[in-house]
């Protein structure tokens, strides 16, 4: 199984992006999907995450603003940034609950960079 996250980039404050997660390989089903991110110095960070059934959980510092949907028949996940700030600055992390086999497991993305910055 592997994950392939696309979309970062550097867009001025109060910009959009969105992020992509493709999830391929032997996969039976799909959980929980998410985002995360890790700036400089700091820990990695729950941004915001989507369960099987459509509900949605987001970080404090990103509600009103990002966006977290998913698509089961292109085993992806979105993640729509919208009004960009420099402290969203950070590299960004899909993170997937699988079940490939009889096995779940969680997998990561390899990071998108997103720089906010004018």
């Known amino acids: 199984v592997q994950l392939q996250a696309s979309g970062g980039g550097l867009v001025q404050p109060g910009g959009s992006l969105r992020l992509s997660c493709v999830a391929s390989?032997?996969?039976?089903?799909?959980?929980?999907m998410g985002w995360y991110r890790q700036a400089p110095g700091k820990q990695r960070e729950l941004v915001a995450s989507?369960?099987?059934?459509?509900?949605?959980n987001y970080a404090d510092s990103v509600k009103g603003r990002f966006t977290i949907s998913r698509d089961n028949a292109k085993n992806t996940v979105y993640l729509q940034m919208d009004s960009l700030k420099p402290e969203d600055t950070a590299v960004y992390y899909c993170?997937?609950?699988?079940?490939?086999?009889?096995?779940?497991?969680?997998?990561w993305g390899q990071g998108t960079q997103v720089t906010v910055s004018s």
């Open positions: 390989g032997s996969i039976f089903s799909i959980y929980g």
């Open positions: 993170n997937v609950d699988i079940l490939s086999g009889a096995k779940m497991s969680t997998y």
């Open positions: 989507i369960s099987s059934g459509g509900w949605t």
